[in-house]
C-alpha cells in the first residue's frame, strides 16, 4: 500500500488551480470537467457532479487533488472553518516563512487569525482562492 493523494474540496477549481500553480508551482496531471454518474455513485447522492484535477509541483512528493462537487440544489456555502468535522487542510513545511507567505498571499490566500510561534517554529492558516485550507509551517534548523 501506498499514499496516492491528498484532496482538498473547493468552491471554485479554476481559482484554486491559479493558487496552487502561483504559490506552490503545482501544475495539472490532468483536469475533469464534469463528473456525473460515477461521483454520484461513488458519493451515493443522486445527481451529485464534480470537476476536480490531480496537480503534481517539482520536488513534492504528494500529488494534490482539487475538487468542486455541485448538485442539483446548487453548490453548498463554503465552511469558512477548518476546525469543523469534514473540512481539512494541507501543510506545507516552508523554509521562510516571510516569503512564501508572501507569495500565498499575492497569489489571492488570506491568513485566518496569525502566525503563531511554538518551541522551535511558526505556523499559519491560510484560506485560498477557491476556499480551501492551507497550513503554513517553519521549523528552526537543528542547531
Do not use: K, N
Not at 456555502?77 to 512564501?100: K, S, T, Y
Not at 502566525?115 to 499559519?124: D, E, H, K, S
Amino acid at each position: 500500500m501506498r499514499f496516492h493523494h491528498a484532496s482538498l474540496t473547493v468552491s471554485d477549481l479554476p481559482a484554486a488551480m491559479g493558487f496552487f500553480g502561483a504559490a506552490f508551482g503545482f501544475a495539472p496531471d490532468f483536469v475533469e470537467e464534469e463528473m456525473g454518474a460515477d461521483i454520484a455513485r461513488m458519493a451515493g447522492h443522486p445527481g451529485l457532479l464534480c470537476a476536480f484535477t490531480q496537480m503534481r509541483a517539482p520536488g513534492i512528493d504528494m500529488v494534490l487533488e482539487l475538487i468542486a462537487f455541485t448538485h442539483p440544489g446548487g453548490t453548498p456555502p463554503a465552511d469558512p472553518l477548518p476546525w469543523r468535522p469534514g473540512a481539512g487542510h494541507v501543510c506545507f513545511h516552508v523554509d521562510d516563512m516571510e516569503e512564501i507567505l508572501t507569495t500565498c498571499c499575492a497569489a489571492g490566500a488570506e491568513v485566518l487569525g496569525e502566525v503563531i510561534a511554538f518551541p522551535g517554529g511558526r505556523c499559519c492558516y491560510l484560506r485560498t482562492p477557491g476556499d480551501a485550507f492551507v497550513e503554513l509551517e517553519w521549523m528552526a534548523p537543528a542547531t
